[in-house]
């Protein structure tokens, strides 16, 4: 079992920057993939970014590519999310998943945080 915890969301103004952290707890964090997805009202849940256990491969949706990074400090169990450049289609709630293999597919996450609000005002 993995306990995640988001955190780092809040409002902020188109243009700026925000950095959510995801804390593991649990089994050996570093044993896993973890990616991050967002739901915005009313719409579907959406992949962002996706980070192999050792932190050498990343994934993005297109629509994020360039602005957003996703990294990991297995010493502190942690994932990060930096986003830059923000746009008000941005806002949603952001969830941290963890699962075995990176990939960009919900289904294949095992585990789930409680997600952290994002919104970005135009």
């Known amino acids: 079992q993995v306990q995640l915890v988001e955190s780092g969301g809040g409002l902020v103004q188109a243009g700026g920057s925000l950095r959510l952290s995801c804390a593991a707890s649990?089994?050996?964090?570093?044993?896993?993939?973890m990616g991050w997805f967002r739901r915005a009202p009313g719409k579907e849940r959406e992949s962002v970014a996706a980070?192999?256990?050792?932190?050498?491969?990343?994934l993005y949706a297109e629509s994020v590519k360039g602005r957003f990074t996703i990294s990991r400090d297995n010493a502190k169990n942690t994932v990060y999310l930096q986003m830059n450049s923000l746009k008000p289609e941005d806002t949603a709630v952001y969830y941290c998943?963890?699962?075995?293999?990176?990939?960009?597919?919900?289904?294949?996450?095992?585990?789930w945080g409680q997600g952290t609000q994002v919104t970005v005002s135009s």
């Open positions: 998943a963890a699962t075995f293999v990176a990939t960009m597919a919900p289904h294949d996450y095992n585990y």
């Open positions: 649990g089994r050996t964090f570093s044993l896993y993939a």
């Open positions: 980070i192999s256990w050792t932190g050498a491969r990343t």
